[in-house]
């Protein structure tokens, strides 16, 4: 497979990039990547590519669809994209004639599909799905919200009739929901936590609960990667170093991607921190092929997606490649998956102070006590983390509710319903971040 | 008739046209102006001669060729949202080539059919008038429809004028379901407005040889 023999010799060679800064699990594949010139540093060049001079360009587009046009006009060769917008990236190419795609690479997943969620406005008196019935919903259609909203639905047994569907932009549904337009909007990573940073929106439903997972991967024409197969080698080597990089200093990794998207420093965090949505991970294991298969499913059955032959699209030889580069074990790296609610059992609380940068808390007591303090003296805090006791997601502090237990120790939850059984269980008492630490004030 | 309509008044035949042309893409603006309450505040031109060349160089298949091509933008003119990240394209309206002259010629019928019925509003046959002048504004409608160019935020790549249709309100399950009908419906639009044409064309043959006849309007003859 690597061993083309195509004579490139003082060649330019022009690569097209297609990557979203306003969708962050693409940022391992696309801003980190373009920004740190970490494929500069990966590049061939020596034997077929001695000489060559490589023009890179980057593209930056709102989400994959329009990538995806781009890739099928011979502009972009390699495309970044969420779960959905991929699977039809490789149907659309196989619906073609002649032109084709490849699945090289995973940028990085939440194993329980965590990165998608429902937001109602922050004053809503909705607090679950079911209350959402007879009302209006809107999301981009097609997109991985759109796919967990649907999934949503129909586990709860809420039929489509049962609510008014609206395709909405997320910048329009953000707006929408800051306004309270809207009684609900799905959508995709950064925005609900955007909306929930910005105190506009309230989580209601996160993707997390759908237990499927949450995946973004690399696209690449497949003329390009069967002429410059080196080259899909060297970038899939550039992933693997940015989550190199994320994952040494997360808090200013975070705070450098603000600077090269605009998206608050605060959300990247809660994405890219330990105990994060997000883990970045370049591997493409079996489970996720099984998960691009079911998204397909839920896009074919709503007519948005020609038939996708996965065994032909998805091509792990390129990630293996550069991992052997690299030195390090594939096989090892692709059984490794992690589940939140394990790996984020025992973390700290956090609290991203304007000064003093992130502090840890290892109870919650302890971290809302630090809270009221803080508020009490007027320090800015600039945001802070907890973790659902039900799938162990990290959350914003600020929009999390929580459980006082007899022995005075605290719970933190995404929702308030899973909040209030477990304290009926426990003889505990719900309050939100705002009652809790006034009650740590007293 | 319709030659001869057309040289008499190609001048104004070119204004109305291209007056129209414009009016349907003004009015895109103003659909969206009035659904989402922004004005566009960027344009960008492609290099569309390029653009096609990098498509021909780059897809093997001709039967491929042809449709990427027809997706190709020569202008894009949207709102960006500057309350997000560094800016976000809220929604587009992208003007390919294709879409273009599909609007450019269904201007053209409507204009000519404007003027063959100012020739023929003297005749008596008012139900016949009143209907063809129904059965243009009907072809123009549906070609109007199925050309729109609008796109936003969706994951999919949705076919612009289904976007389209959902922003001015119809249900978005029904615009998906609208959307393999596409071709079929453009072409009966096109049907409708090009016998809506011969119609009246025909029509006013019919009253001029009345006239050469009798001497007379068709009313009074």
């Given amino acids: 497979m690597l061993g083309a023999t195509n004579i490139v010799h003082a060649e330019a060679i022009t690569i097209g990039i297609g990557h979203q800064s306003m969708c962050t699990d693409t940022y391992a594949a696309g801003i980190i990547v373009k920004e740190l010139k970490l494929l500069e540093k990966h590049l061939p060049r020596s034997g077929k590519y001695v000489d060559v001079t490589y023009n890179l360009k980057w593209d930056d587009y709102a989400s994959g669809g329009p990538i995806t046009n781009q890739m099928l006009a011979g502009k972009l060769d390699i495309g970044v994209m969420g779960d959905y917008p991929v699977i039809v990236n490789g149907a659309k190419f196989q619906a073609t004639k002649s032109l084709n795609t490849s699945l090289v690479s995973s940028t990085g997943y939440n194993l329980r599909g965590a990165g998608n969620a429902i937001v109602v406005p922050a004053s809503s008196n909705v607090y679950s799905l079911a209350q959402l019935k007879g009302r209006s919903i809107s999301t981009p259609y097609g997109s991985a919200a759109w796919g967990m909203l649907i999934k949503a639905l129909e586990d709860a047994h809420i039929s489509l009739s049962d609510v008014d569907l609206k395709n909405q932009a997320p910048s329009v549904g953000a707006a929408n929901i800051a306004t309270g337009k809207i009684d609900a909007h799905a959508d995709f990573c950064p925005w609900s936590e955007i909306m929930e940073y910005r105190g506009t929106g309230r989580k209601i439903y996160d993707g997390s609960q759908t237990g499927v997972p949450y995946l973004h991967g690399v696209v690449v024409r497949k003329d390009f990667v069967d002429k410059y197969p080196e080259i899909i080698v060297a970038f899939i080597k550039a992933i693997h170093d940015a989550g190199e990089w994320l994952k040494k200093d997360p808090a200013l990794a975070a705070a450098q991607m603000e600077k090269w998207t605009g998206v608050e420093k605060e959300v990247l965090y809660l994405y890219y921190s330990r105990g994060g949505h997000l883990t970045v991970d370049p591997t493409l294991k079996p489970q996720w092929i099984e998960t691009l298969e079911f998204d397909h499913g839920v896009l074919a059955r709503a007519d948005l997606s020609p038939p996708l032959d996965f065994k032909e699209w998805v091509d792990d030889r390129y990630v293996k490649k550069a991992y052997a580069e690299l030195g390090l074990d594939y096989a090892a790296q692709s059984k490794e998956i992690v589940d939140p609610l394990i790996a984020n059992r025992d973390l700290p609380n956090e609290i991203w102070h304007a000064k003093d940068g992130i502090l840890s808390y290892p109870t919650t007591a302890a971290f809302l006590k630090a809270a009221a303090d803080f508020q009490a003296t007027g320090v800015k805090i600039n945001a802070a983390y907890v973790y659902d006791h039900d799938t162990g997601l990290k959350l914003f502090g600020t929009t999390a509710f929580y459980v006082r237990n007899k022995d005075g120790s605290y719970t933190a939850f995404l929702r308030k319903d899973p909040a209030e059984t477990y304290a009926a269980k426990t003889g505990g008492e719900v309050s939100t971040f705002t009652e809790a630490i006034a009650r740590q004030a007293i | 008739m319709i030659a001869q309509t057309v040289r008499a008044h190609w001048s104004l035949l070119v204004l109305t046209s291209a007056g129209l042309v414009v009016v349907y893409y003004g009015a895109q603006i103003a659909v969206l102006y009035f659904r989402l309450g922004h004005l566009p505040n960027y344009i960008t031109a492609y290099d569309y001669p390029a653009n096609v060349a990098r498509i021909i160089r780059s897809t093997p298949a001709v039967s491929d060729m042809i449709p990427i091509i027809l997706n190709e933008w020569i202008f894009e003119i949207g709102y960006m949202d500057y309350d997000y990240g560094h800016g976000i394209a809220e929604w587009t309206m992208g003007i390919p080539p294709s879409k273009l002259l599909m609007i450019a010629i269904a201007s053209v019928l409507i204009s000519v059919n404007a003027l063959l ?34 796109s936003w935020v969706v994951c999919c790549g949705t076919p612009t004028w289904i976007v389209g249709l959902a922003l001015l309100g119809l249900d978005v399950g029904l615009a998906f379901a609208l959307e393999p009908f596409g071709v079929w419906i453009v072409s009966v639009g096109f049907i409708i407005l090009a016998m809506s044409t011969l119609r009246f064309a025909s029509h006013n043959l019919t009253v001029q040889s009345a006239v050469r006849r009798t001497g007379l309007l068709p009313e009074i003859a």
């Fill in chain 2, 117 to 150: 019925w100012r020739t023929a509003r003297h005749s008596c046959f008012h139900l016949e008038r009143r209907s063809l002048v129904g059965m243009t504004g009907l072809g123009a409608v549906t070609v109007g429809l199925v050309s729109i160019s609008l």
